[in-house]
């Protein structure tokens, strides 16, 4: 068993790493609420994990991710399948825009694009993150990217 976490290893990652990762799975979830709510839970499971993590960070990511991604197929099931649509949060209107299009993105193309672009992980890190291989992330980039550009440009279209 490893060395315990620590009160000072919580305290660096909410001074250093919370906000970014709080970002990054608000984007993926459309919702700062649920981020919120995932993000103190993958916190938690560090804690209560007992063993050193090496990159806190990057792990509290990763299962905040999978935490939200298991939280959105239980509402799928008990809402029938049907569309669930979240509000995201308007800063500005780039941003807005930016939001609106990676939410109508499926949930892999979306991770993919905000770790990818937004958190600017290379291919191999992205991979790992979600448990994908570099091919798998290469082709969910393809695809979203063709989705963004219709969907922003339908946007800029509008904004004319």
């Not at 919702?31 to 090496?54: F, L, M, N, P």
């Not at 509000?87 to 807005?96: F, K, M, N, S």
Request: glycine letters at 8%; a positive charge; one cysteine or more.
């Amino acid at each position: 068993m490893g060395v315990r976490l620590t009160n000072d290893d919580l305290r660096t990652f909410y001074s250093t790493h919370y906000g970014r990762v709080l970002g990054v799975v608000t984007l993926v979830t459309g919702s700062r609420a649920a981020a919120e709510d995932v993000v103190h839970e993958a916190v938690a499971r560090a804690w209560e994990r007992g063993g050193r993590i090496e990159h806190l960070d990057r792990w509290v990511l990763t299962v905040a991710l999978n935490l939200a991604r298991n939280r959105w197929r239980k509402i799928r099931r008990e809402v029938g399948g049907r569309a669930v649509d979240c509000p995201v949060p308007a800063e500005d209107g780039q941003a807005v825009d930016l939001a609106r299009a990676l939410r109508e993105l499926p949930g892999r193309q979306r991770e993919v694009v905000v770790l990818y672009y937004l958190l600017d992980l290379p291919i191999a890190e992205v991979a790992e993150l979600l448990g994908l291989s570099a091919g798998g992330v290469k082709h969910a980039l393809f695809r979203a990217r063709r989705s963004l550009a219709g969907a922003l440009a339908v946007v800029d279209q509008e904004v004319s």
